[in-house]
């Protein structure tokens, strides 16, 4: 009578068969089957549900200027983005991260009215979030597929006044396009670490060049963890990555010590020439081994 008034569910029957079993290895079950049904998700089949609780948990916290950045850039529905929903809003992953962006970005210089030159743009989201809340002339240099993708977005998401100031320079035609142009600000956000270490160096000459500040948001170093992807891609293009950018050390990206000790040399890998400033440099949210930094030429 006991047993059945206090009886397993048909699931738990189940859990207790197959996963919750009387030989469960104590030394390794809380990173296995038994877990996953006791207290973890397990993170090989959950990672959508992972990727939204990460990013309702963030746009829960977001202040109220940076919601209000949010609101000011209307159409991110454009792609059909993974999305939460919070204080009415629909929240990508893309725009939290632009906004916080755009936030360390304003904290240090004056972006309206600047001339801004981003290098590699992806789909261009960080161009439609600067445009949507500043006013300024937006420039894109990137590889051809790349910036055929960000010109469709753009055109899509943009109003006609905000198109007419952005333009597309494709990567052929960098040094003509540009030999007669400053700039303001130059961007680069997740791209100099897949990079040729000679093309970042270039790059870092254009700005020094042709730009009065530089802001960087990229990855301190490399990883080697085949748990964190399972390597997906195959051995060759782990290959690859680990040849690409100016910080390659392989690192554990979920060390803080070890993070922070590689920030210190990410700030100097991306000083565009000794006659530049960092003024401002830390943490990018949401990734742990990301950093951020804004430099300024200082003569």
């Known amino acids: 009578m006991t047993a059945t008034k206090y009886g397993a569910s048909d699931l738990w029957t189940y859990n207790n068969d197959t996963r919750v079993t009387p030989d469960v290895d104590l ?54 983005p993974i999305t939460v929903r919070s204080a009415g809003d ?6 939290l991260q632009a906004v916080h962006e755009l936030e360390f970005m304003a904290s240090v210089v004056h972006l309206d009215g600047t001339r801004v ?55 052929s ?27 970042v160096r270039n790059y870092l000459e254009l700005a020094d060049a042709r730009c009065d500040a530089l802001y960087v948001n ?19 293009v782990v290959a690859y990555a680990l040849r690409t950018g100016l910080l390659r050390e392989v690192i554990d990206v979920y060390d803080s010590e070890a993070v922070a000790t590689r920030a210190k040399s990410f700030v100097e890998a991306y000083r565009p020439g000794a006659g530049w400033a960092c003024l401002r440099h830390g943490a990018a949210t949401p990734w742990s081994y990301y950093w951020q930094a804004m430099y300024e030429r200082a003569v």
């Open 90 to 95: 629909e929240v990508c992953m893309d725009y």
């Open 218 to 236: 990229n990855p301190v170093g490399k990883y080697l963890d085949p748990s964190l992807d399972n390597h997906v891609q195959g051995a060759e």
């Open 173 to 199: 035609e960098v040094d003509e396009a540009l030999t007669d142009e400053r700039f303001g600000l130059c961007v680069n956000i997740d791209s100099f670490a897949e990079m040729p270490p000679d093309t």
């Open 27 to 80: 030394t390794t079950f809380k990173a296995g089957p038994a877990n996953y049904k006791l207290a973890l998700w397990d993170p090989g089949t959950n990672g959508m549900r992972y990727l939204k609780s990460l990013l309702y948990v963030l746009a829960d916290r977001l202040s109220p200027e940076n919601r209000e950045r949010l609101r000011r850039i209307r159409n991110r529905d454009v792609g059909g």
């Open 117 to 171: 030159l981003e290098i590699g743009a992806g789909y261009g989201r960080t161009c439609h979030a600067m445009l949507s809340n500043h006013d300024v002339e937006y420039w894109i240099v990137d590889l051809d597929n790349a910036l055929s993708l960000a010109r469709r977005y753009l055109h899509a998401v943009l109003d006609d006044d905000q198109l007419a100031r952005v333009r597309f320079v494709p990567v």
